[in-house]
């Protein structure tokens, strides 16, 4: 039982348009969601996160937004760089005691971007 | 060194071998993970410590065996592997204390090969 889904495997958009990645979660008891960014051979890097008071948290050229009640977030990159290229998962937590420290991950999205 | 660092980066061992990953954080934090990332999977969370304690064990099997002398130290010790333990493992390390909504931080993963 995938608690945290990434529906889409992959991603290709043009250099400078908008990367939209998305994301669903069952668990209600999730009240905190991150993005992480891993290029091939090195760790996942943390991108960005929003915890479930509010239902949009930006940084740079990253927006997440947040739907509690469809249990759907989501990451906008804009304006979309080749670098962006990678695999981007999203993680969730719960602020229940049994889930301390865990994160449950998604299964990825490869997204390419176009020169 | 910064961060979060992982050795050996690769490593081929053979079913019957005996072989550790090290994992160290120079992060000040006191929550320290132990991830697989199995091909076209999720990252699966296989132990985390808090404060040097113990606080999860995701059923993971006795052939991987976790240590942790200190806050800034993580181990993983290998024996008897099976070939579909292949793949990347992964550290993380957080800092507990902000309720439950750490951000964890990953190092750059051992790729294993177990023939």
């Known amino acids: 039982d995938q608690q945290v889904k990434q529906n889409s495997p992959s991603l290709s958009v043009q250099e400078g348009r908008i990367s939209i990645l998305n994301c669903d979660y069952t668990n209600s008891m999730f009240d905190y969601f991150l993005w992480y960014k891993k290029y091939p051979a090195e760790g996942p890097t943390f991108l960005i996160s929003?915890?479930?008071?509010?239902d949009k948290n930006e940084d740079g050229r990253f927006t997440v937004f947040l739907n509690k009640s469809a249990k759907h977030l989501s990451l906008h990159i804009v304006p979309s760089q080749p670098g962006d290229s990678a695999v981007y998962f999203c993680?969730?937590?719960?602020?229940?005691?049994?889930?301390?420290?865990?994160?449950?991950f998604g299964q990825g999205t490869t997204l390419q971007v176009k020169p | 060194e910064t961060g979060v660092t992982q050795t050996p980066r690769h490593l081929v061992m053979g079913m019957t071998n005996k072989k550790s990953l090290k994992c160290e954080q120079h992060?000040?934090?006191?929550?320290m993970y132990w991830y697989k990332q199995s091909a076209k999977k999720p990252l699966e969370l296989m132990f985390v410590?808090?404060?040097?304690?113990?606080?999860e064990n995701n059923s993971v099997p006795s052939r991987f065996s976790p240590e942790c002398p200190n806050s800034s130290h993580l181990f993983l010790h290998l024996h008897t592997l099976q070939p579909e333990d292949s793949a990347l493992y992964l550290c993380?390390?957080?800092?507990?204390?902000?309720?439950?909504?750490?951000?964890?931080?990953f190092g750059p993963g051992t790729r294993l090969l177990v023939l």
């Open positions: 993680a969730a937590s719960g602020s229940s005691s049994s889930n301390t420290g865990k994160l449950i």
């Open positions: 993380a390390s957080s800092h507990p204390g902000h309720g439950y909504q750490e951000t964890q931080y």
């Open positions: 410590y808090n404060f040097k304690e113990q606080t």
């Open positions: 992060l000040g934090h006191n929550a």
């Open positions: 929003i915890s479930s008071i509010k």
